[in-house]
């Protein structure tokens, strides 16, 4: 085990360099900004996992391209000393990300997937500007939200250590700290305790040792930093490759949610896509649509090479056609929509499934038919001269081959966008 243990380190150590020196010479960035079509890109944190793994499934049903900032890279472009199981998370994350492999070996002329480094540390550490725009952001939401007079991290940091009770009751009015895995709404206190042992189970005994010697009012201060900083990296990504935010945790979603009301949608006025398309994907990035994640890759690489997520959109354009400006806000309402519109497509499915089985029980009942009746022309003399005789080895190759016609028929079925539907379907159980 030792030996094992100590060749990952060994190849921890070589491969590190190399990704950096791929990170440096090439521009996913820049080539992901120039991709036109409908661009979901991801954020509101720092894992690609499985949940993460399964909102990019879905949405390579509905979008041209889902981009992915590199949870690999992200790890390894600058050194983090707070990080207890660095190795083990890299481990993590290149597990789920290799998953999307065969969707980047299609080669399509679109691809579905892009992973790009997002630099976010670099540029915090060595971009006096980006450093300037992110404590801005994050300050100036936290004042706006808890309506205190902040305009950047430092004066946060300030306010919770100088009057930490005022603090401490502004973010308990507000509801503002959700931990991780915690619900929204949760008491301070509990908010506040979920916090420190979600974070103690990956954080090194120094930098809990550091956490554990702030107040209360620190302590929720350094937490609502950690929260809203991936915010601002979602949108400053969105806003410069023009694509849509996905967040595929309800907790992201909820402070992605509260950055956007506090900075008065600014991502919405810079949006290059529509209202019904936007909220088209927060729809189906909610867990009503998970099921949707059961679709294989191998399905939607199929499917992808079809064409057939212009269709999906399409569909579900129809669908949420009628709705007013007002209601797209609505997540719940447009949601519903999507709901029958996807509906529409399993209503679709049965009717080709049934046409099938029905046009294939016909050919089989004629084989059938022909099949008795030249027995029965054996048996029966004086109907011989009214039948020409059929072999049977002719009758085991007309069946065979509509065997391999109705099996080809059957298998483009489900790989169409309505049978990755239905599979999905089945896999979960009926929709709700």
Request: proline share 5%; aromatic share 8%; hydrophobic share 40%.
């Amino acid at each position: 085990m030792s030996s094992r243990a100590t060749a990952v380190q060994e190849a921890f150590e070589w491969a590190e360099p190399q990704l950096n020196k791929i990170y440096r010479t090439v521009e996913p960035y820049r080539h992901a900004a120039e991709l036109g079509g409908i661009k979901a890109v991801m954020g509101g944190g720092a894992h690609f996992r499985a949940t993460q793994f399964a909102a990019a499934k879905r949405m390579v049903l509905y979008t041209d391209t889902v981009l992915i900032p590199d949870p690999i890279f992200a790890l390894i472009e600058s050194p983090r000393p707070e990080e207890r199981f660095r190795s083990i998370r890299i481990l993590q994350e290149m597990f789920f990300m290799l998953r999307l492999k065969p969707l980047v070996d299609a080669d399509l002329g679109v691809p579905p997937v892009v992973v790009f480094p997002s630099f976010d540390r670099l540029l915090q550490q060595h971009d006096q500007t980006s450093r300037e725009k992110l404590t801005e952001f994050v300050g100036s939401t936290l004042g706006v939200l808890l309506n205190l007079p902040l305009t950047c991290i430092e004066d946060a940091v300030a306010f919770a250590t100088k009057h930490p009770e005022e603090f401490l009751e502004a973010v308990r009015a507000k509801q503002l700290l959700v931990a991780p895995g915690g619900p929204i709404g949760e008491p301070l206190d509990e908010a506040l305790r979920r916090y420190i042992s979600e974070i103690g189970e990956w954080r090194t005994p120094s930098y809990m040792s550091f956490v554990n010697s702030l107040s209360d009012a620190q302590k929720v201060c350094n937490a609502l930093l950690e929260r809203f900083e991936p915010q601002f990296h979602l949108i400053d990504n969105a806003i410069g490759m023009r694509a849509q935010p996905l967040l595929s945790v309800e907790q992201q979603a909820y402070y992605f949610k509260l950055s956007a009301k506090a900075r008065n949608d600014s991502l919405e006025r810079e949006s290059t896509i529509s209202a019904a398309t936007r909220a088209s994907i927060d729809a189906l990035a909610t867990q009503q649509f998970e099921w949707l994640s059961n679709a294989t890759i191998e399905a939607l690489v199929e499917m992808r090479l079809n064409n057939e997520n212009g269709q999906f959109r399409k569909r579900l354009a129809e669908s949420t056609s009628l709705l007013r400006d007002a209601d797209f806000k609505d997540t719940d309402r447009v949601a519903a929509e999507v709901a029958s519109g996807i509906g529409g497509l399993l209503n679709d499915y049965r009717s080709e499934a049934k046409r099938l089985e029905d046009k294939y029980r016909r050919k089989y009942s004629s084989l059938a038919a022909v099949s008795w009746l030249s027995v029965g022309a054996i048996l029966i003399p004086h109907l011989a001269p009214l039948f020409a005789p059929v072999s049977g080895l002719g009758l085991a190759g007309t069946y065979a081959k509509t065997k391999i016609e109705e099996r080809g028929e059957r298998k483009d079925l489900a790989n169409s966008l309505v049978g990755i539907l239905a599979n999905a379907q089945d896999d979960h159980g009926e929709v709700e």
